[in-house]
């Protein structure tokens, strides 16, 4: 008897942990603060129009206290996860290694029950350890000296955008102007409708590595569940420039968004909505970056 209450609340737990997390790792980077702002990583962004309350630490970075947090720079370079021997094993252990978890396969794959479960773990685990330590070899090779700019808020570029110019104490200029708050606009989109599907290739040319490993940790849980995260009618309803600054070559601009979705957990089965598909509002501050003037990529999202 007492061994059966027992089981019974081990199961009671594991059910609400189930629940828990479901609801955290709703649409992407729904629920958690995580990725890297520079140096700026650890400092709470501005209060702006669109999002008044202060922004909530990072949970989850690899961008350690006092360092230069060159981390955004590893997306648009080569010699990480875009080229080199190096990144070519990165990127082939995540895309196999992911490959594998969302379809029920990987080093465990043959097995059932707790091995499966311990498999599902470790490579989780192993995905994180690779990608900490590529960030670390790049941070200790490659330290921006750091150009704080002066924070500009209040801008709603939710339809015509607009020129913002943050101006460093070295005297460089950097403008933030309608073509950027297009980009950021679109990628809030496409970024969405990437993680619908489960498509990491496109999410790759869409986020920094660091974030594109949380989002494939959410994307295998939800599969380990046999759940899937649709996230459709995503559209902007206001934003606004927190701040914007640069860092050696790289370029950063965190936004404070407004927009509207319909969140749903998906049986990946029968295609059975089990939890969400109400329409709904959100607000986030989400943090772009880009290097040597390449395209911005998304590389950290805070909760307000």
């Known amino acids: 008897m007492i061994r059966h209450r027992f089981l019974l609340a081990i199961a009671a737990m594991t059910a609400a942990l189930v629940l828990v997390t479901a609801d955290a790792h709703a649409r992407a980077g729904g629920g958690f603060s995580g990725g890297s702002r520079g140096m700026r990583t650890f400092s709470a962004p501005p209060a702006t ?5 202060a922004a909530a ?3 989850r970075t690899l961008t350690q206290p006092g360092s230069a947090g060159a981390v955004g720079q590893a997306a648009a370079r080569p010699g990480l996860f875009g080229g080199g021997l190096l990144g070519g094993l990165a990127g082939g252990f995540l895309g196999a290694g992911l490959f594998g978890l969302l379809f029920g396969h990987g ?3 043959g097995m059932g029950g707790f091995a499966s479960l311990l498999g599902l773990m470790l490579q989780i685990g192993l995905i994180v350890i690779v990608a900490r330590l590529l960030f670390s070899w790049w941070q200790r090779r490659h330290e921006p000296a750091y150009a704080a700019a002066h924070p500009v808020t209040g801008h709603s570029f939710s339809g015509l955008g607009g020129m913002f110019a943050a101006n460093a104490p070295a005297g460089e200029s950097l403008t933030i102007g309608k073509a950027d708050y297009d980009a950021f606009e679109h990628l809030l989109g496409d970024i969405q409708a990437a993680y619908s599907t489960e498509d990491l290739n496109a999410l790759r040319t869409k986020v ?3 974030m594109l490993s949380y989002f494939s940790e959410q994307l295998a849980e939800n599969a380990s569940r046999g759940l899937v995260n649709k996230v459709t009618d995503v559209r902007l309803e206001q ?3 927190a701040e914007a600054w640069r860092e050696g070559g790289v370029d950063y601009a965190t936004v404070a968004m407004r927009f509207a979705l319909t969140d749903s957990m998906v049986d990946r089965a029968s295609g059975r909505t089990v939890e969400g598909g109400q329409p709904g ?5 989400w943090t772009f970056m880009r290097a040597g003037g390449g395209k911005w990529l998304l590389s950290a999202i805070q909760q307000t």
Request: proline content about 14%; glycine content about 10%; hydrophobic content about 35%.
């Open 49 to 53: 129009q669109t999002a008044p309350n």
């Open 57 to 59: 630490p990072m949970q």
């Open 107 to 109: 080093v465990f794959g």
């Open 208 to 210: 920094t590595p660091e």
């Open 239 to 241: 934003g606004d420039l």
């Open 281 to 285: 509002e959100v607000v986030e501050l």
